[in-house]
């Protein structure tokens, strides 16, 4: 059941600067265990095509898909036109859909451009193609509105095949996808949303930061980070690449016992889960006594204890119990919130939203760093809006 939790703090006038943090509340919808599954078996696919991609070819209100995935509410045109997009840390373009996907459920929102009177015919070919097949369509222009920041003439793709997103897209809850990634993972060499926002001079800092609810609200804060959603202060890493918001990995520690020996790590808000290279994911679940189920996820028994998996970043470990890495439960089975993964590029792990629901993470565009601090969600289940 969707439990809207949204509310505009205040609104920003397009091209000033605005001294306040702009927040973006999320909301949490529930999901069962098969959904779960579903939607781990179409991770991989999905990891695969948006890190092997080289760039060749105000408030927002987020809502928390099934726990699993984090979107909310943007305009596009003139007059506005209401679409829901994830915000995908680990990819660098919008895209939105201007037709409903064959048997797809009323509730998607489309882009129609002739209802806009501000758009800008393009027409060069979009497309990313996944494991299962392509999302495509082609570029247009047109002003593109979020939490109160206006972006006018934004070059983003409309999409008009789904294909290489399965019945995920036809039963889920977006519409489109919109990038926070930088611009050398830009698909087609277009400027990103944030390197436009920041040029545009409407945020008071080149900075935006998640805090993802568990099991509830959350927010997506632009122009900086609330202090109500994190506790002590962050610790800062200066991205390794410029590419995905990718930092050194100190070290993987489980039950205080290495296990990893990769030394990169990229935190992707568009990732239900935790995500590493295939050895070592199996070697922690072999640990646990975890099964792997058609090859993609892991379950476990649930009455089983779970120890402690640990990241370090920075020099300071942020660790994950058994709680944080369970994403769901059908009677004595649990599903592991961990993947194996082969990445073209090399070995990584990707600190998706599990990692991000325990820890509040500040995404510093202008000083080129991430921030980690201890997320109120992982101390409270009280929703702050």
């Not at 509310?7 to 943090?21: I, N, P």
């Not at 991609?53 to 045109?77: K, L, S």
């Not at 037709?99 to 882009?111: C, D, E, G, Q």
């Not at 758009?119 to 392509?134: D, E, Q, V």
Request: proline share 3%; aromatic share 10%; with cysteine.
């Amino acid at each position: 059941m969707l439990k809207t939790q949204a509310a505009l703090l205040f609104a920003l006038l397009a091209g000033l600067a605005t001294s306040q943090v702009v927040h973006v509340p999320l909301t949490k919808i529930e999901r069962n265990f098969s959904e779960t599954i579903e939607s781990i078996r179409r991770t991989q696919d999905i990891l695969q095509a948006k890190l092997g991609n080289n760039g060749n070819t105000g408030d927002v209100v987020i809502d928390n898909f099934q726990n699993a995935m984090y979107y909310g509410e943007i305009e596009v045109g003139t007059p506005g036109q209401k679409i829901n997009v994830v915000y995908d840390t680990g990819s660098a373009n919008l895209w939105v859909p201007n037709t409903r996907p064959w048997l797809a459920t009323t509730w998607h929102n489309i882009y129609e451009h002739k209802k806009s009177s501000t758009y800008k015919a393009n027409g060069t070919t979009f497309k990313i193609m996944y494991g299962s097949g392509p999302v495509a369509g082609f570029y247009s222009s047109d002003t593109v509105t979020f939490g109160g920041f206006k972006l006018p003439d934004f070059t983003f793709a409309e999409v008009n095949d789904y294909s290489g997103l399965g019945v995920a897209y036809r039963v889920g809850k977006f519409d489109g996808i919109l990038g926070l990634g930088f611009d050398r993972i830009s698909v087609g060499g277009v400027p990103t949303i944030m390197k436009a926002l920041v040029a545009s001079g409407q945020m008071a800092q080149p900075v935006f930061g998640f805090y993802l609810g568990n099991q509830q609200a959350g927010e997506l804060e632009f122009g900086g980070t609330d202090p109500k959603h994190y506790g002590g202060s962050f610790t800062y890493v200066p991205l390794s690449a410029e590419t995905y918001w990718q930092v050194a990995l100190d070290g993987v520690k489980f039950g205080g016992e290495s296990v990893s020996a990769t030394k990169r790590a990229i935190v992707d808000s568009g990732t239900s889960l935790l995500a590493g290279p295939t050895n070592e994911v199996k070697a922690i679940a072999d640990k646990l006594g975890a099964t792997l189920v058609a090859g993609k996820e892991y379950t476990f028994d649930c009455s089983k204890d779970v120890a402690d998996l640990t990241f370090t970043l920075g020099g300071k470990e942020f660790t994950l119990n058994k709680q944080d890495l369970t994403l769901g439960q059908q009677g004595s089975t649990c599903i592991l919130g961990l993947m194996g993964i082969e990445i073209p590029s090399g070995a990584l792990w990707i600190l998706g939203d599990v990692f991000m629901r325990k820890n509040n993470v500040q995404f510093d565009w202008g000083q080129q760093r991430l921030g980690f601090a201890p997320s109120v969600a992982a101390q409270s289940q009280t929703v702050v809006v």
